[in-house]
């Protein structure tokens, strides 16, 4: 299977040579990556990259730490990533786990853990984190997920803060109350 994915990549890029998209790195998913991908959604990688769909697209996945080749063409990247239906383009937030012209891993991106159970939230819930950080939903919206000491990612993406939780497909928009 492994093979058969490399030999898939290496042909699309050879066909997309003529719009310049040179390899930038090989890795996998971090985690489990499921439900719906589009516009907005942010994908860790284990290389410590997280990057950002830019482009619209539909699609719905359920791979757990699948492969993926990543290109570059300038500002914008292409994951090919194994069970996709296709590519995904997107922006670069965070370049391994360093500091990237977009974005500052300390003081833009935040990983921590929420302090014992997680179950979603409901319209204006209070996260407190393993940092001593305490974050609040900042628009309406329901989701019931039940998790123990999930990992977060908080990300300030276009001047606000979202925060990822671990194997929930959704993000929220929050806001720093310490």
Known sequence: MKQIFLIIVLLFIT??????WEFY??????????????????????????????DRIRMRVRERKPEAIVVRDGRYFKLIIDGFDE?????????????SSSISQTSNVIHSNVEGDFEGWEGD??????????????????????????EVMIINANGSWKLKVEDVDEMIEVTRLK
Not at 25 to 54: D, P
Not at 88 to 94: A, D, I, K, S, T
Request: with cysteine.
């Open 125 to 150: 819930t209070i996260f407190k984190l393993d940092n001593g950080q305490i974050w609040q939903q900042a628009n309406y919206a329901y989701m019931y997920h039940y998790a123990y000491h999930p």
């Open 25 to 54: 790195e090989q890795t996998n998913v971090k985690g489990t990556i499921s439900g719906s991908i589009k516009k907005g959604t942010v994908i860790q990688m284990k290389s410590g990259s997280i990057y950002q769909v830019h």
């Open 15 to 20: 066909f997309q040579a003529q719009a310049d």
């Open 87 to 99: 590519p995904l383009v997107c922006v670069q937030l965070v370049k391994s786990g360093r500091k």
